[in-house]
């Protein structure tokens, strides 16, 4: 059980029988009257958000979730398949991975998040390596704004902004969490 003075950014709750994360958290206290603990929350399984206030006597549950170590196996259309160190099987849909199911490689560690034994969520490593499969050559133009980019493909169907002098062919670091460049790699 939290109390309303455990609320930070990240904490997990179990509002309504759903988990939610604080994204946003900021206190302030009145002149007269109880401090307010102004949240905003995540719901973990449909990605909603909303605003809640509280008061310094409110009360919040823990939900249970738990981690499990697991590799990625393979993807059949929109499945993809994990496998723990137990080596049970554990499916997640394309809608549950969001935009980390581009970046999954055969036999990567992942961490898998369950909510009342259910995978809700995974966690990639922050950065993997991957060939750009399309690209098209840079034009320079006016270059006096900062940086330059084109788009470019890459294993995995994923398209991002590189610089110019990245070509077909080459691997590239790209941040698992945000989805961008981060640079090439040499061989």
Known sequence: MYDVSDLRKGIKLLIDGAPWVVTDFE????????????CKLKNMLNGTTMSRSYRSNDKFEKPDLSQR??????????SYFFTDENYEQVEMSAETLGRDRFFLIEDMECEVLYFSDEPIEVTLPN???RKIIHCD????GNTAAGKV????????????PVPLFVNEGDTIRVDTRNG?????VRS
């Open 27 to 38: 206190f302030s206290k009145p002149g007269k009257g109880q401090a307010i603990y102004n």
């Open 69 to 78: 170590l697991v590799h990625f196996s393979y993807a059949v259309g929109d």
């Open 127 to 129: 950065f993997v390596e």
């Open 137 to 140: 050559p840079g034009a320079r």
């Open 149 to 160: 980019t084109k788009p470019a493909t890459i294993e995995g169907d994923y398209e991002l």
């Open 180 to 184: 961008e460049y981060v640079d090439r």
